[in-house]
């Protein structure tokens, strides 16, 4: 499992300490551009007491990975500073860059910005160029994977971003007026409350991931793509990989790079999905307009990309022919896996074949409801299963089960009135898709959905406190003709 740890220095594409030099300028670069755009600007939120007589939070965001951080600081640059950012997994481990993400590079163009918010000095343009100069860039074909989680983190440190790394949330309760958090990071188990929570936990926090019920493995060798697997340990032997995906090809790379001797892709459909419909979907126009649709041109939109599916990028079909021991089968599902003495058998409708392993790349289910940190609040998630008739739910089960979204990414209630605190759920992983596109977890859409989702927790942290915010109007002094002979006292008005 590659994992980054290093926090002194983050070197440059080619480590050298010309690339740390040329990243110290950049970073004092970048202060002076956040300088002219006055930020941080002055915390403007009001204080509150929790029903423990404890301050509150006004955004506590759970997950730091790519989402969360950049969540984090478009409400930083809106001058909400009362939050706190907590990730379980340990610094460089966020999300899926450095951990079980298996692909050479991104799939994403290179010239795309999100985690920046706009800030040219904060671009991976910017950060590769400050090491590789304009020649790299140019040279550049497409991001590589572990330089995308070293950007992150200097993006993070640079902005000064706050993350309480190895610090999980256990559940989340309605606490009157404001939601309750079961935390435990290194100082031991933690209560906190907060005006708002963000959801920010990735694919896997939209629910869990998809693994068939092939029975228990006692054997460690049925795998999910999302697990750590050391694929050396099947060096010569035989793996069996299930699924079209990019994962799944990844994952058939990875081991056949590890010296597995054959690697059998299994695919349900007859052929590899031919376009990736998502790239047509990336323009402004559609990121920023999608969620003004009505329901049924919102469903009808993303159903449609979902039964076309997405291709695997052509450079991960390649790192897998270019092994002689790469094998597809195509129309041919896994209807079982079971153990045997010296491996596994994975059995098709068309036969059975001894493995030495098996990984199930069958992606992440969106259905919060399986989430055990929100159970105080799952009977009461209304989902697009209850937006759409029986019929189009039952076609579509997998699109059925997202959550159904309000303008600021804000769990509805199924019954208004059932649970007013839910709404002080904001989502922020893939399980947006349906309600606003994909605005939390593809880059494209990144800067704008934390954009909206900031706008939307700054008003209505602002709009719950107007009457205080009333007072404070009243109460303001600002002597402005004290120098001149036309200041009059305020008691002579």
Known sequence: MDIHHDDAAVKGPDGSRLADLGLETLAAEVRRDLARLNHPPAAWTLPAEGPDGRPTLDVLVVGAGMCGQTAAFALLRE?????????????????????????????SPKHLTGPDLGIPSLTFRAWWEAQADEVGWRDLYKIPRLDWLRYLLWVRDTAGIPVENDTAL?????????????????????TVHARKVVLACGRDGSGGRRMPAY??????????????????????????????????????????????????????????????????????????????????????????????????PHESVLRCTRHPGFAIRFGEGWTGVSEAPDGLVVETARGRYPVDAAVVAAGFEVDLVRRAELAAFRD??????????????????????FPYLGDGMQLLEREPGACPDLNRLHVFNWGVTLSHGALA??????????TRLAHALVRDLFAADADRYVERMRAHEDNELGPTGFFVPLGER
Do not use: C
């Not at 706190?84 to 951990?99: K, L, S």
């Not at 977890?441 to 934390?450: E, H, K, Q, Y």
């Open 380 to 401: 009461a998630i209304l989902t697009w299963g209850e937006r759409v008739s029986a019929a189009e739910a039952a076609a579509h089960t997998e699109a059925a089960s």
């Open 215 to 312: 029975g228990a493995d006692r054997s460690g060798r049925l795998f999910h793509s999302s697990d750590p697997i050391d694929f050396a340990r099947f060096r010569g032997g035989r793996v069996a990989v299930l699924g079209a995906s990019a994962s799944a090809v990844d994952n058939a790379a990875a081991a056949l790079e590890a010296g597995v001797s054959a690697v059998t892709l299994f695919v349900r459909r007859r052929h590899f999905p031919q376009v990736n419909k998502s790239k047509w979907a990336s323009f402004p126009g559609f990121l920023r307009g999608y969620a003004a649709l009505d329901d049924r041109q919102r469903w009808l939109i993303t159903t449609y990309m979902m039964a076309e599916g997405t291709p695997p």
């Open 441 to 450: 977890g593809d880059i494209p859409g990144l800067g704008i959905g934390a």
């Open 170 to 190: 256990e559940r989340l309760w309605p606490a009157g007026g404001l939601v309750g958090a079961a935390l435990l990071g290194p100082a031991g188990p933690e």
């Open 79 to 107: 001058g909400v500073s009362n939050i706190r950012v907590v990730d379980r997994a340990p610094r460089g481990a966020e999300g899926p860059w450095g951990t079980f993400a298996r692909m050479e590079t991104l799939r």
